[in-house]
């Protein structure tokens, strides 16, 4: 028993697949990036003694500067 498949048939079937593959990955993609949210004014801070702006999105009373390692403590005037 021999099974053949034109060329054309194939070659649309393997396009097919691409298609469908890069589109569920591109879902796949979406959803994941979903729950990351943009940094609003509560989330950047500004150190005090190297003046470095970073991103802090956990909500701790105490803060690590990124560039030179000082801890921060959040403020009376930054609690809002």
Known sequence: MQI???FTLATAA????VVVL????WLF???SNEDKSE???EHVHQCPYCLYIF?????????????CNSL????I???T
Do not use: H, M, N
């Not at 393997?14 to 697949?17: A, K």
């Open 22 to 25: 890069v589109y569920c990955l």
């Open 29 to 31: 993609y979406t959803k």
């Open 72 to 75: 921060l403590e959040k403020g």
């Open 39 to 41: 940094p609003s004014a």
């Open 14 to 17: 393997f396009f097919s697949f």
């Open 55 to 67: 991103v802090q999105y956990k909500s701790s009373p105490i803060w690590k500067c990124p560039r």
């Open 77 to 79: 005037d930054d609690e």
């Open 4 to 6: 053949t498949i034109e």
